[in-house]
């Protein structure tokens, strides 16, 4: 599949169906016809608030949801992995909608992504369950007292199946479109609760004013800096010698669903 920082051609195809032109974009989002025109080319990405209100003004299908986030992910978050170091694991993505996903679903692929419906194909095999905490429990993690995957079995809220991980991962629900697009609410994020990030992972980390946070991680000669997927979320930067203790723990992100609605 080509990439797309905004899903156009899914966007494209939609305006024919429903006979609709870029000028009516324009004033769905309440912005200039160049500035549509910025969007199609991929030099302005879109916010949740803007997919979600083209998704319902164009109608757009189930199906056709899965392959827009398909298309925004491998542009926008994706791309951005490439750089890993050696042997790190890549994020993988699933796309689904409707209820939680159980033991019983059938999945096909968009690579890198996968885009799973459920259904009444049985596709446990190969799967692992993985405990589900939201983000206020964890805030409450103390890495000192258990490994995390203890500490969420003990205070899960629901579980999750996912296709890679180990034994010390746990699952943690988005609750809010904090993080959206790219992790819109509802996703569950299955976190490497026993690893260190590499520079340009994804991570959920606690900060120390008692925020958990997913972010963009890097680090260069000492200057850490934790980067927002989309537009609305903060930057966080610090010398780890002079501004130590800055963060309470920090785990890579090694898959996620995202639950479309």
Same mark, same amino acid.
């Given at each position: 599949?080509?990439?797309?920082?905004? /899903?156009?051609?899914?966007?494209?195809?939609?305006?024919?169906?429903?006979?609709?032109?870029?000028?009516?974009?324009?004033?769905?989002?309440?912005?200039?016809?160049?500035?549509?025109?910025?969007?199609?080319?991929?030099?302005?990405?879109?916010?949740?608030?803007?997919?979600?209100?083209?998704?319902?003004?164009?109608?757009?299908?189930?199906?056709?949801?899965?392959?827009?986030?398909?298309?925004?992910?491998?542009?926008?978050?994706?791309? /951005?992995?490439?750089?890993?170091?050696?042997?790190?694991?890549?994020?993988?993505?699933?796309?689904?909608?409707?209820?939680?996903?159980?033991?019983?679903?059938?999945?096909?692929?968009?690579?890198?992504?996968?885009?799973?419906?459920?259904?009444?194909?049985?596709?446990?095999?190969?799967?692992?369950?993985?405990?589900?905490?939201?983000?206020?429990?964890?805030?409450?993690?103390?890495?000192?007292?258990?490994?995390?995957?203890?500490?969420?079995?003990?205070?899960?809220?629901?579980?999750?199946?996912?296709?890679?991980?180990?034994?010390?991962?746990?699952? %943690?629900?988005?609750?809010?479109?904090?993080?959206?697009?790219?992790?819109?609410?509802?996703?569950?994020?299955?976190?490497?609760?026993?690893?260190?990030?590499?520079?340009?992972?994804?991570?959920?980390?606690?900060?120390?004013?008692?925020?958990?946070?997913?972010?963009?991680?890097?680090?260069?000669?000492?200057?850490?800096?934790?980067?927002?997927?989309?537009?609305?979320?903060?930057?966080?930067?610090?010398?780890?010698?002079?501004?130590? /203790?800055?963060?309470?723990?920090?785990?890579?992100?090694?898959?996620?669903? %995202?639950?479309?609605?």
């Amino acid at each position: 599949m080509e990439k797309h920082v905004n /899903g156009w051609p899914v966007i494209s195809k939609w305006l024919g169906i429903n006979e609709k032109k870029q000028a009516d974009l324009a004033r769905l989002l309440k912005i200039t016809p160049s500035a549509v025109s910025q969007i199609k080319q991929g030099g302005i990405m879109l916010n949740s608030e803007q997919l979600n209100a083209i998704i319902r003004y164009l109608n757009i299908e189930v199906d056709d949801m899965c392959k827009l986030y398909t298309y925004i992910f491998n542009a926008r978050l994706l791309d /951005g992995l490439d750089m890993q170091c050696p042997g790190n694991q890549k994020l993988t993505v699933n796309v689904t909608y409707g209820q939680d996903i159980g033991s019983s679903y059938a999945q096909k692929s968009f690579a890198p992504l996968h885009e799973v419906h459920e259904g009444s194909a049985d596709y446990s095999a190969g799967l692992r369950k993985y405990d589900v905490i939201d983000f206020s429990k964890a805030a409450e993690y103390e890495p000192a007292l258990e490994a995390p995957h203890v500490f969420a079995a003990e205070h899960a809220c629901s579980s999750a199946y996912f296709t890679s991980g180990s034994e010390n991962c746990f699952g %943690l629900k988005v609750e809010t479109d904090e993080f959206a697009p790219e992790f819109p609410q509802n996703s569950v994020l299955l976190v490497a609760g026993s690893e260190y990030p590499c520079s340009n992972d994804i991570v959920v980390a606690k900060l120390r004013n008692g925020n958990v946070v997913v972010r963009r991680y890097h680090r260069d000669n000492g200057i850490v800096t934790l980067s927002p997927e989309n537009f609305t979320g903060v930057k966080f930067e610090w010398n780890c010698s002079l501004n130590p /203790g800055y963060i309470q723990w920090m785990f890579p992100i090694v898959e996620a669903t %995202l639950k479309l609605r």
